[in-house]
């Protein structure tokens, strides 16, 4: 249990940074992310609390998909991220300047990218509770054959579009996350499968 444990916060820690990272590059953040931060801008909070408000909802969605039961402590997983998002992007990157040009913006912008997809694909091995949106993408990968990369591009989108209506930085890089991030988690997966030897983990 101690090893999952270790698996499960090294990971959200992880991919905290890498949303808090994207945010703070300006250039469009991630889909979901788009979204509490939409939520912020007309109803103030913080981002890492819009993000568990917003996510409690796929929690429903999520349970549809799978005809079971609601799966409410995935909410523990997502708190868990927000804590440490809020921490990234409030307190430890607060004071420096991602977008001073376009090479540091769009440097940040991958390196943010390749952390979310790493952390994911990290703690998902811990079998602990995830995140509602990686809950999703396993229950749309179990339910109907989906590739990673396949259910986690039609997420994406939806965030996309929801993110959009809310009035969140929806850019460019938005649209990049929702197509690249999947193939990340995926590859990033199935390497972590030979280091980390959990025993029972099949995903």
Request: net charge positive; hydrophobic share 55%; glycine share 10%.
């Amino acid at each position: 249990m101690g090893k999952r444990l270790v698996v499960y916060f090294v990971g959200l820690f992880i991919t905290a940074l890498g949303i808090a990272l994207i945010v703070h590059t300006q250039a469009g953040a991630g889909p979901w992310d788009s979204v509490a931060v939409g939520l912020k801008l007309h109803f103030g909070l913080t981002i890492g609390l819009w993000s568990i408000i917003a996510q409690a909802c796929v929690v429903i969605i999520t349970a549809l998909v799978e005809r079971a039961r609601f799966q409410f402590e995935s909410i523990l997983a997502i708190i868990i991220r927000s804590w440490f998002l809020d921490l990234w992007y409030y307190i430890i990157l607060k004071d420096i300047e991602f977008t001073s040009s376009p090479a540091m913006q769009w440097t940040t912008f991958a390196l943010g990218v390749c952390a979310v997809g790493t952390g994911i694909g990290i703690y998902v091995e811990a079998r602990l509770p995830k995140t509602p949106l990686d809950g999703l993408m396993i229950a749309l990968h179990n339910a109907f054959g989906w590739s990673f990369s396949t259910a986690r591009a039609i997420i994406e989108l939806s965030g996309v579009a929801l993110g959009f209506l809310l009035g969140g930085p929806v850019g460019i890089g938005t649209v990049i996350i929702a197509f690249v991030l999947g193939r990340i988690i995926s590859m990033v997966n199935r390497r972590v499968k030979k280091y980390i030897a959990i025993p029972g983990n099949a995903v």
